[in-house]
């Protein structure tokens, strides 16, 4: 699926097939657009299609063969792709994730339940002291028949 495919429906849609809604897509094109320049050989992809490759990327964790086979675009070139646009946006400081020690201290209230799952030993009469019980049963039983 390309950008030009997603360009016309609702933005409900839009956030259900991409993972990220219209205006936080713009935003992330705004800093991509910022950051990269243009010169050399121009990429056979669009900043769009490539910011949608990496999204779908993230979202479905389809294979790099798949999204180069949808892309027409060879494995390591998406590979390069999305490691760019990952690197691009995780150095605006825009689309960062909040670090572990911010997580630590939320007002959260953590509650455990633990649950002992050792094992212990099943009492059961040993097999030798059951055929040691048969045979005085039987000589018993012997001797009852002799008298």
Known sequence: MRYADLQNIIPAKFKRLTGVSPQTFEQMLDVLRQSWSDFGRPPKLSRQDQRL???????????????????????????????????TLMQSGKFSLPGKKRVQESDTIWQFVVIDSTETPIERPKKTARLLQRQEEMSQHQNAGSD
């Open 53 to 87: 490759l990496a999204l779908s990327y993230w979202r479905e964790y389809r294979s790099l063969a798949h999204i180069a086979a949808t892309y027409e675009v060879s494995e390591p070139t998406v590979s390069r792709t999305i490691r760019r646009v990952e690197d």
